[in-house]
């Protein structure tokens, strides 16, 4: 787990005055872009602070340490327990959590995770969320869906009742230069209104984190994903 140090109302006001801005100067509406708290590998006492702060959408990378928030939330919280969005790679064997859960699951890349994920929704709860993973850098080690097959497996996602096909994610790779940094989220968004000609309802584009929020913000991304700036460093990366 990582540690919460002191300044998250600080720290989360910062963020919130970044992302009014950069929905300002991009000429679009304050509303235009929500705010994702990525929350992983922080204790649910973190989360807790956090939704006393007014945030409500929380991101994860595992599904365990997910799940267990959301159970906390569901209780404490149980008219108002936050939207929980799955961020993560998903192994096809741990899907089962993620449908019975999480709102919204923003890194499918593979059929066979969409009709498991579609099989195991609960029938009394609405169709999860999803977003389309895409590599846009081509990077052979990063998960995601190469450019040119996102609509193929948009065309088989749309069919699955379990899910609702919602839009496009991307994590690019890291880059120092401000320009460079657009790139990748205008490739996406191309795509993105590429892909809503024939699949009109959609309306999410998942990009920017800590490091690049406002140039995912200029470029139309509507969710914003930001874990160390709201919650600070991380102890460990990765379990
Ligand atoms: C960890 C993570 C984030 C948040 O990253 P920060 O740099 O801490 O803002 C966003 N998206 C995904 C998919 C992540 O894994």
Redesign the pocket.
């Known amino acids: 787990m990582s540690e919460l140090k002191p300044g998250l109302p600080e720290r989360l006001e910062a963020v919130r005055i970044q992302l009014a801005a950069a929905l300002r100067e991009a000429g679009r509406k304050e509303d235009a872009a929500r705010l994702?708290a990525?929350s992983?590998t922080f204790p649910v006492s973190a989360c807790e602070a956090a939704w006393n702060l007014g945030v409500r959408d929380f991101?994860e990378?595992y599904v365990q340490e997910g799940v267990e928030k959301i159970r906390h939330f569901k209780a404490v919280h149980p008219d108002d327990p936050g939207v929980w969005h799955f961020?993560?790679p998903l192994q096809s064997n741990k899907t089962k959590l993620v449908a019975e859960h999480f709102d919204w699951m923003?890194?499918l890349d593979r059929l066979k995770v969409a009709k498991r994920l579609s099989e195991q929704r609960p029938a009394a709860m609405p169709p999860l969320n999803v977003l389309i993973e895409v590599n846009v850098d081509g990077e052979a080690s990063k998960s995601g869906v190469a450019p040119d097959e996102v609509a193929e497996l948009a065309v088989e996602i749309v069919r699955l009742p379990g899910l609702k096909l919602r839009g496009l994610?991307t994590?690019p790779a890291k880059r120092e230069d401000e320009e460079e940094k657009h790139r990748p989220f205008r490739e996406l968004r191309t795509l993105f209104e590429r892909l809503q000609t024939a699949i009109p309802d959609l309306d999410t584009l998942s990009m920017g984190?800590?490091?690049d929020?406002t140039e995912a913000v200029s470029e139309g991304a509507t969710m914003v994903?930001?874990?160390?700036?709201?919650?600070g460093p991380?102890d460990y990366p990765n379990k």
């Open positions: 994702i990525v992983k991101g990378n961020i993560g923003h890194s994610m994590i984190m800590s490091a929020m994903r930001v874990g160390s700036a709201i919650f991380r």
